[in-house]
């Protein structure tokens, strides 16, 4: 039996309406930016892997950096116990983050990062006394994650409909005076925002003052501010980190995704100096109780900081700025179709529909004719995508961008 069909017997997949949903690709195994399949298809993968493969897969240095760490130290409890990648990883993050974020906490994913986000503010403000303050302002078209508080945070939509009388709520802004507003008539905990791109609510870009403009406001009303960098920290928009657009500092920022360049699930919320400071306490019900049992998973740290030695020693960022160059000249022609727009590793066009929106019939249509054409992409309903691995060469770029616009046409 081939592997799709033993998936077809036993698997359930994420995002997936298993029972209308075509058969799964059987990858078994990748290089670059191309995927193997079992009936021997060679793929480019055009998203990479849902935004986590920066430098493409079965990279050499990562895999020498995730085998050394296995022989090493595969995992131990990080409650009470420390290693050196864990170590390492947040002095080289500290060295590199919008100064002023000075402490590291480890999760397991991106959503993960987040809720430890959530937590964090909610707690801060308990412990200094002002436990009412524990309105979160997010952003439309917002997205987050799939646990309960990223959930809240996010924007209502397909995929948080089933769960709504669970979630806490939120004041969703649309702009800076929408948050000034809340601010104004609200006791806040934090203003959540993912600073310059919105990712899964369909690739919008945001100008740089924006950001600023929340930070301003953050500071004026006296409330933290959460950048969750889950999808752009790690140079996917042309930055180390989106806030560095701005040329701001949040006080808690979120990563996970490319951080371990696509390897091993891995969250780190980080924070600054007075957050942390208001947990230090005799009272131990000012202790921050979360955590994870893979926190701080020694191989994932190993391959993050393989990651960071590859954006030092390649010129990653002009790598990016290269793909973005490429990206903008091929998606010009689109204007035609819709709304384009691009930034650093991502470009997007929003094609005029009828019913725009994630269950736009035709976007599985056009994964289809893309997969057809050996790139696999996965548009947001009527949001076509395409957001590769850094390493994607500049013939390989021409070459998806020339799929792209046939299926199009
Ligand atoms: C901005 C943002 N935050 C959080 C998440 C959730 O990350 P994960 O899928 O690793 O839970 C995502 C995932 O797409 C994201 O784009």
Not at 147 to 156: D, R
Not at 308 to 337: I, K, M, S
Not at 357 to 384: H, K, W
Request: with cysteine; net charge negative; charged share 20%.
């Amino acid at each position: 039996m081939s592997l799709v069909d033993r998936d077809r017997d036993v698997l359930w997949h994420p995002y997936t309406q298993m029972l209308t949903t075509p058969a799964p690709l059987a990858i078994t195994h990748a290089e670059g930016v191309w995927l193997y399949t079992e009936d021997g298809r060679r793929i480019l993968d055009g998203i990479s892997s849902w935004w986590v493969n920066i430098h493409g897969h079965a990279h050499p240095k990562l895999n020498a950096a995730l085998a050394a760490q296995a022989d090493e130290l595969e995992h131990v409890i990080f409650a009470g116990c420390t290693h050196r990648p864990a170590v390492e990883l947040a002095e080289r993050l500290i060295e590199i983050l919008p100064k002023g974020l000075a402490r590291v906490f480890y999760s397991d994913n991106g959503s993960t990062a987040v809720e430890v986000a959530i937590k964090l503010a909610v707690q801060y403000w308990r412990n200094l006394g002002e436990p009412d303050r524990r309105t979160f302002i997010t952003l439309h078209n917002a997205y987050h994650g799939d646990t309960v508080g990223a959930m809240s945070a996010s924007e209502e939509s397909i995929f948080t409909r089933a769960f709504s009388n669970f979630l806490f709520p939120v004041e969703r802004a649309g702009g800076l005076e929408d948050i000034e507003r809340c601010l104004q008539t609200h006791s806040v905990a934090a203003v959540l925002i993912e600073p310059m791109l919105q990712g899964a609510g369909g690739m919008i870009v945001w100008p740089g003052e924006f950001v600023a403009g929340v930070r301003r406001l953050c500071d004026r009303y006296g409330t933290l501010m959460i950048a969750d960098e889950v999808l752009t920290g790690f140079g996917r928009t042309g930055k180390m980190f989106a806030c560095e657009h701005a040329a701001i500092t949040p006080d808690i920022i979120c990563l996970s995704k490319a951080l371990t360049a696509g390897y091993l699930p891995l969250g780190v919320t980080a924070t600054t100096a007075s957050v942390y400071d208001a947990f230090l306490s005799d009272d131990r019900a000012k202790t921050f109780f979360h955590g994870h049992s893979y926190t701080a998973n020694p191989l994932a740290c190993a391959v993050a900081l393989a990651s960071l030695d590859l954006f030092r020693d390649e010129q990653v960022l002009e790598r990016v700025a290269r793909l973005e160059r490429q990206l903008r000249d091929g998606f010009e022609p689109l204007r035609a179709l819709g709304d384009v727009r691009a930034i650093g590793g991502v470009a997007a066009v929003e094609l005029v529909s009828d019913k725009p929106g994630y269950l736009d019939g035709i976007g599985p249509r056009l994964a289809a004719a893309f997969l057809e054409r050996g790139l696999l992409l996965r548009p947001l309903g009527n949001v076509v995508y395409f957001m590769p691995p850094y390493c994607i060469t500049e013939s390989e770029t021409i070459w998806a961008l020339e799929q792209i616009a046939a299926v199009l046409r």
